[in-house]
T-cell receptor, first 111, second 113 residues
Framework: GENVEQHPSTLSVQEGDSAVIKCTYS??????FPWYKQELGKGPQLIID?????GEKKDQRIAVTLNKTAKHFSLHITETQPEDSAVYFC??????????FGTGTSLTVIP | EPEVTQTPSHQVTQMGQEVILRCVPI?????FYWYRQILGQKVEFLVS????????KSEIFDDQFSVERPDGSNFTLKIRSTKLEDSAMYFC???????????FGSGTRLTVV
């Protein structure tokens, strides 16, 4: 099955700086990669996703890049704000449409 | 109003008891899922449910677990005889199709004592 690795596990940045979270996956057949943000006491919320037919996708301050050859993808948050503080999970789709999640990155944006 | 509502938000049960976790997707979506998240760990897939049938299940989803959509709206996860290690957050989710992101509910925190 799919194995998704995520790092770093914790990340602290100053407000206004950029944050980058990286993930690798093992199954070359995976073709859909969502990113979820989880705030305390809430369920994961989809923030951006990318399909294997594109290398980059951007939505305002959030961007995701995908390198299919190397089997890694990254989340980039620019101009970070305190409300960006949360746990971020990457995921890759497996057979049967279930997601395999990374172990999460706890992002803290310091005002 | 949340798109996926889960009840209860927190349930405490004694080991060996049965629990039923409920999810109301509030939509006509065909794909439903249950995931769990043990404290501090990654979100893990349990089961997917398509067209009122289980389509995939993980190794975690053993004979102690079952899912139903009894009335076409509610989506339930039953754990027949809870164990201490079943303590976790349980999330249901709905999907629009293959290769699309899910909408997760806010979760049920299950504590087995």
């Amino acid at each position: 099955g799919e194995n998704v690795e995520q790092h770093p596990s914790t990340l602290s940045v100053q407000e206004g700086d950029s944050a980058v979270i990286k993930c690798t996956y093992s199954d070359s057949a995976s073709n859909y990669f969502p990113w979820y943000k989880q705030e305390l006491g809430k369920g994961p919320q989809l923030i951006i996703d990318i399909r294997s037919n594109v290398g980059e996708k951007k939505d305002q301050r959030i961007a995701v890049t995908l390198n299919k050859t190397a089997k890694h993808f990254s989340l980039h948050i620019t101009e970070t704000q305190p409300e960006d503080s949360a746990v971020y999970f990457c995921a890759a789709i497996g057979t049967g449409n279930q997601f395999y999640f990374g172990t999460g990155t706890s992002l803290t944006v310091i005002p | 109003e949340p798109e996926v509502t889960q009840t209860p938000s927190h349930q405490v049960t004694q080991m060996g008891q049965e629990v039923i976790l409920r999810c109301v997707p509030i939509s006509n979506h065909l794909y439903f899922y249950w995931y769990r998240q043990i404290l501090g760990q990654k979100v893990e897939f349990l089961v997917s449910f398509y067209n009122n049938e289980i389509s995939e299940k993980s190794e975690i989803f053993d004979d102690q677990f079952s899912v139903e959509r009894p009335d076409g709206s509610n989506f339930t996860l039953k754990i027949r005889s809870t164990k201490l290690e079943d303590s976790a957050m349980y999330f249901c989710a709905r999907g629009t199709g293959v290769n699309y992101g899910y909408t997760f509910g806010s979760g049920t925190r299950l504590t087995v004592v």
